[in-house]
């Protein structure tokens, strides 16, 4: 398998809930993202890991914990979420988060379509 | 407040023409782009990028134009086909900034036979 692998594909849970998202990357890379897609906005970056370590948290609240045991995996623990949280998960993986003036392209796996009830 | 707009939520061009995808910016640190297009069920695929340097770059049917005084992007498909129908985001970054990118909310292509 290649690219970036994003499981479950599909999630329905309620707000008591206690589920994870699994993200899995056969690229090499050392980098992993955690972005929201919400309808009608743009893509949010919620968590960055470099080399396993967390680089990033852009606010999220704290009912979103991510974990990344090594380069290739990443997870996102959710428990006691909001409808609002609904939306589509995407993770994403890029060689490193060293800036090279030209942008490194992110890869992005295939998303998990969340619906909190 | 969103520093990458891209204004036409839509855009339907016939086969064969030119598409014309638009995208404004507001940060004047951000210093690279990219364009990303995603097909339904799928996540977005990196499609073609430009650094602050250039004013184009070109990439067989893709054309990215950047007008960095009027703080624009442009992504010109010629010609389009049906194959293109997707959503294009237009994405931007800056030099220290670790890589990360901030999104506009895309444009629906709807190439049309």
């Known amino acids: 398998e290649t690219g970036v692998t994003q499981t479950p594909r599909h999630l329905v849970m309620g707000m008591t809930n206690k589920k994870s998202l699994k993200c899995e990357q056969h690229?090499?890379?050392?980098?992993m993202y955690w972005y929201k897609q919400s309808a009608k906005k743009p893509l949010e970056l919620m968590f960055v890991y470099n080399f396993k370590e967390q680089t990033e948290n852009n606010s999220v609240p704290s009912r979103f914990s991510p974990e990344c045991p090594n380069s290739s995996h990443l997870f996102l623990h959710l428990h006691t979420l909001q409808p609002e949280d609904s939306a589509l998960y995407l993770c994403a993986s890029s060689q490193d988060t060293q800036d090279r003036g030209r942008g490194t392209e992110a890869f992005f796996g295939q998303g998990t379509r969340l619906t909190v009830v | 407040d969103q520093q990458v707009k891209q204004n036409s939520p839509s855009l339907s061009v016939q086969e064969g023409r030119i598409s014309i995808l638009n995208c404004d910016y507001t940060?004047?640190?951000?210093?690279?782009f990219l364009w990303y297009k995603k097909y339904p069920a799928e996540g977005p695929t990196f499609l073609i990028s430009i650094s602050s340097i250039k004013d184009k770059n070109e990439d067989g049917r893709f054309t990215v134009f950047l007008n960095k005084s009027a703080k624009h992007l442009s992504l010109h498909i010629v010609p389009s086909q049906p194959g293109d129908s997707a959503v294009y985001f237009c994405a931007a970054g800056f030099t220290g900034g670790g890589n990360k990118l901030t999104f506009g909310t895309g444009t629906q292509l709807k190439v049309e036979l």
């Open positions: 940060n004047s640190m951000f210093d690279y």
């Open positions: 690229l090499g890379h050392n980098a």
